[in-house]
DNA sequence: GTCTATACTGAGATAGAC
DNA sequence: GTCTATCTCAGTATAGAC
């Protein structure tokens, strides 16, 4: 696995553009040029733009279960790994300003496109509920890790939509530190309902 | 005023449709074909489709100024006032469900076209933000409106891109009670500058 | 035979002439 | 208000390069 295959870089080139521009906006000749393939060539590879957005999807899957792997290992309490999941809105603050969280423009847009790959699109998003629901498991939420998560990636969602439209910094590390505030004041409340207003 | 100008149907249509398909999906046919009305007809209202945007713009700006005032004289408290804003989330919550944030999704993918009127776009945003922090201020919570509003904001789109992900109605309906609670601790707490963590 | 490149078709869009 | 020019794009057919 010295260098990509054409297909891997078709891959890589349609999932920035898909982010940068959007999917709809991103043409077979705007992937070309990135990719430096001829516009017919890569029908060799993908037989239509769905197919791309598909493996697109696959490798975002892919990329983001690694990523949830990887702050498993690297702290060792639930405490620790959610602030990992909080924390990666300050490592991607500059993408984040410029073109918003990939995961939530990618399902806003083919909500509204009404496309066949919304489903798979929203995965992404289970993903990151479902390993966030694990870890107020394991900080004693049982009965509201669900809601915690929902919570947990609402504000992450909302932070960056904001920090798209005002372009504004400091406005995430200020929301970071609040959700790190809150976490602590999730972990100290352990088992109780307290935290989401029931 | 009886019945709407041509212009103020062809803008109607658009803001609808915009709402709906989004910006770039929605062409000029698409919004003749709304208003019944012929493609020539159209130049002689709006020369180009950036220009229906401005005016689609500048219309949701003056609903959203009226829809401010509206809830400043329905509540005499800033903290009820509040909580009207909160409750759009549910009093919208099936086009939220369907299409998202308006103001949200259509900064996102101005912004990811680069478009030049992605600015005037996010005045929206800032009509609301500056409409919050008065209220703070009013609620006591002097040196942190600022940030009070943009978290409130940012609460709002979280609740809408996720709300529109998962088409869950129930989350939005406990989401807004977080916030209502919050809005309690918030005014509880009143001008010290507790509940920013900072 | 796998990969790549060129040329073409048809649909749908904006824009504008008449 | 019809009709047309032009552009961009997805998708196809087909032939050449390694």
New interface residues.
């Given amino acids: 696995m010295a260098e990509p295959t054409t297909r891997e870089q078709i891959v890589a080139a349609a999932d920035r553009l898909f982010y ?3 999917f ?2 991103t043409s077979f000749a705007d992937i070309a040029g990135e990719v430096k393939i001829s516009r017919g060539n890569f029908y060799h590879h993908f037989k239509s733009k769905d197919e791309i957005l598909s493996a697109v999807i696959e490798v975002r899957a892919s990329k983001t279960e690694a990523m949830l792997e990887k702050w498993e290992k690297q702290r060792d309490t639930p405490g620790g790994q959610l602030r990992c999941f909080a924390e990666m809105l300050i490592r991607n603050r500059n993408d984040i300003q ?3 969280c990939p995961v ?2 990618l ?3 083919l ?3 009404d496309h066949p790959a919304q489903a798979d699109a ?1 995965m992404i ?1 289970t993903l990151f509920r479902q390993w966030l629901r694990q870890r107020f498991v394991e900080l004693g939420a049982v009965e509201d890790a669900d ?1 915690l998560a ?2 947990l ?7 960056a ?2 920090a ?3 372009r504004d910094e400091k ?1 995430i590390r ?2 970071v ?2 959700i ?2 809150w976490l602590d004041e999730v972990r100290s409340r352990g088992a109780t309902k307290a935290g ?3």
């Fill in positions: 940068e521009r959007g709809e906006k410029a073109f918003g939530g423009a399902c806003a847009e909500s509204k496109l929203g998003f809601s929902m919570h990636l609402a504000r992450s969602q909302g932070i939509s904001l798209n439209a005002f406005f200020h929301e530190r609040l790190e505030a989401t207003g029931e």
